[in-house]
């Protein structure tokens, strides 16, 4: 392949990364689209709201014992034990937790 055409394909490249331009016509039927998709959610959350709101305390315990598994909570993710470290970098890092141990216990003067 010639430099010619490296440099042909670079180009090519780079003229179809660009992003297309929106007439303003484009541009008002996806935003009235949007505000569709908005309007539609907004009016199921109020429908939703209310029918939580409707429910006496059996109910509600039922509808959580129930409920979809797109509105049930996300788990609480555990966190990570720190590493364990082997040899010369376990006696290195114990140094500095050392360090930073007594450097807190020692009141500033």
Do not use: C
């Amino acid at each position: 392949m010639t430099d010619a055409n490296k440099e042909g394909r670079k180009m090519k490249n780079k003229i179809e990364l660009k992003p297309r331009t929106l007439s303003l016509e484009e541009k008002n039927e996806l935003a009235n689209s949007e505000e569709k998709e908005l309007e539609k959610q907004i009016q199921d959350l109020k429908t939703w709201t209310d029918e939580i709101a409707a429910m006496n305390d059996e109910q509600l315990v039922e509808y959580l014992k129930n409920r979809p598994p797109e509105l049930k909570t996300v788990q609480r993710v555990r966190k990570s034990k720190p590493p364990k470290y082997t040899g010369a970098l376990a006696s290195v890092m114990k140094f500095h937790k050392d360090d930073d141990e007594e450097s807190s216990a020692k009141p500033d003067a």
